[in-house]
Structure formats: C-alpha cells, structure tokens
C-alpha cells in the first residue's frame, strides 16, 4: 500500500493540498473545525510527514537544539531539569521537529558549543538556560539568524525571544516569608552573580530585608555553583560564623537538598531551629521530612512554554512580541 501524502489527504478530504498543509500545522487562517477534521483524516490514514523531502524543499533540518545546564555525574541530580526536557519534548512530539538535548556540564565551553551547531547548521532553532547579562552565545545566534528562546532575560540591546520566571519576585516572596515568621538573619544560597538571575534575585532579597528595617550583611550570602555538594559546603561557612542565620532562601531544588544536609551537619533542626524556603518548579519538597515552603512555578510548562515560543520564532513571529515574565506562587509546608 503507498504510503500516503498530503495529495493523498487533499483528494480524500476535497480540499487543497495547501489547506491540508496549513491545517496541519495549525494555521491560524485555518478554520478549528477543518483543522481537527484533517489532523483526524490523517490518523486515520496513517499520514507521516516525509521529512526528507520537507528538508530537501525548504533547506531545514527539523531539529530543535535544547543546551541545559546540567549537573555533574557524581552530582545529586535535578528533577526540576528533567521536567523541563519532558515539557519540551511534550510540545514538540507529534509534530515534524525532533529534539537534541545538550548537557551543558560546569566548566563546559557553552559558547564553544553553540558555536559548533551554528557552523554545521545542525539546527533550526536553539534553546538556552542560565543566560547572563552580555550573553555571548545569545550575540552568536542573532549574528547568524538563527531562531532562538533563552529561559531567562538578558540586557542585549538587539531583542530576543524569553521566557523567565520573575526571579526578583521569588526571592523578595522567600524572604518577605521568611521575616513574617520573626526571622532576622536570613541567608540566601545564590548562584554565582555572573548570571543575570543571580543578580535579580539578590535585588529582591535586599529589598526585602529593607522593607522589615533589616541591614544586608554579604556574610549571609553565598554565590556558588548550585550543586548539592557546594550549597552543602556554603552552609557550613555561614553557619559557622558569629551570630549564624536562622532561615535560608534557596535558588532551587538540587540547592536546597544541600542546604538541607548542611544543616544537619551543624547540627541544626529544620523546623525547630532553622526555617529553609526553595524556588521549585516541581513538588520534590513536599516529600521531604519536615516539607519545604517553596516559590513555586511548573518547569514542566516552562518547558512547553520554551518550545511553543520557538517554533513561533522559527515560524517568523517578532522576537519583542515572544517575551513574557511570569510569577511564583508561595507554597507554605510545614
């Protein structure tokens, strides 16, 4: 039996082979109702793009690049990392891209690497996390057009396509929660302030502890790598100064399972003699003893949120018109 086509799909449905094209990619000149109509025409008749011809005829590869932040093998892993591949790779199953994820290690040439998908022309489109302020690999893509989405902001002057979670915001929420509940020496556990996001979250800190008449002390800060065993080691340092904190603010998940160890070396309780708030995006800290208040937002939608912003971008929408911000909530446990 020969394999169907969108000729095939056309004839069977008494439309044009363009509707048929557009309507499987959701075109937005496309009716709702002709749109399910043909994606259901082409289940039924077992219809698959033919991604060598649609590569040879418009000189794309079909292939999304995600280059994430990873932690090193020996390294506690990140769940909140896994959710968001699984919210990329949701979003773009079923549809003619395929996914490539890059593990980006610490001390990796990150730019090195966008270099090289760039030069091979190995994708049509690049994901990005951690972004910094003069984000070089962000200049690199723009410089050779190709579409692209950063899971965080930059101060680039040329536009690009984000999506970010207010980081301001979550850590103004963690320390404003923290000082409701009576505390006065408060930590934060950041990572290093050559990213942006460093940078706004240490912003709403100070803010914070400005609002509640407290002084920022840097003795309480620390600006590592945010693996497990680095916040471990930070928690160790600050604890062992003069007049040691009694809550801490985590910038995520993996960090705060480090904190969360750390106070258990000095001997600290959590919940009696220590009060910890993470940045989450999913639930791990509710299965902790005792649970975790956390900032919570769902990195399983960044994730669709990254992909869905890309192929737009791909598609020829404006960079300024594919930049949103959104929010944590607070989530109080314990």
Do not use: W
């Amino acid at each position: 039996m020969a394999r169907p086509t969108l000729k095939t799909l056309a004839r069977h449905l008494d439309l044009s082979v363009t509707t048929v094209s557009r309507a499987l990619k959701d075109g937005p000149e496309v009716r709702p109702d002709t749109i399910a109509r043909v994606k259901a025409a082409a289940s039924d008749l077992g219809y698959v793009p033919d991604l060598k011809g649609l590569k040879l005829r418009t000189g794309r590869t079909y292939t999304v690049y995600a280059m994430l932040a990873a932690p090193r093998a020996d390294e506690v892993g990140d769940a909140g990392s896994v959710a968001l591949m699984h919210g990329i790779h949701e979003t773009l199953d079923g549809g003619p891209y395929s996914l490539t994820a890059i593990p980006l290690l610490p001390g990796m040439d990150d730019l090195a690497a966008v270099r090289r998908v760039v030069d091979g022309r190995l994708a049509d489109g690049v994901i990005l996390d951690l972004t910094r302020p003069q984000d070089l690999r962000v200049k690199v893509l723009l410089e050779h057009d190709v579409p692209l989405v950063t899971f965080g902001r930059t101060e680039l002057f040329s536009p690009h396509p984000y999506f970010d979670i207010d980081n301001e915001h979550a850590a103004h929420q963690a320390t404003s929660f923290l000082a409701g509940r009576g505390h006065r020496r408060i930590a934060l556990i950041d990572p290093r302030l050559e990213y942006l996001f460093a940078r706004q979250r240490r912003a709403g800190y100070r803010r914070a502890l400005a609002e509640v008449g407290l002084e920022f002390d840097e003795s309480l800060v620390s600006n590592r790598d945010l693996g497990a065993a680095e916040s471990r080691r930070a928690v160790l340092v600050i604890c062992g100064r003069d007049r040691p904190p009694t809550g801490f603010v985590c910038a995520n998940e993996v960090s705060t399972l480090g904190v969360l160890a750390g106070l258990r070396d000095a001997g600290l309780r959590v919940g009696a003699d220590v009060d910890v708030v993470s940045r989450d995006g999913t639930m791990l800290t509710d299965y902790l003893t005792p649970p975790i208040s956390t900032c919570y937002y769902s990195l399983h939608e960044v994730g669709q949120r990254l992909a869905t912003t890309l192929l737009r971008r791909i598609d020829g929408e404006p960079p300024d018109a594919l930049q949103q911000v959104v929010q944590t909530t607070l989530i109080e446990r314990g």
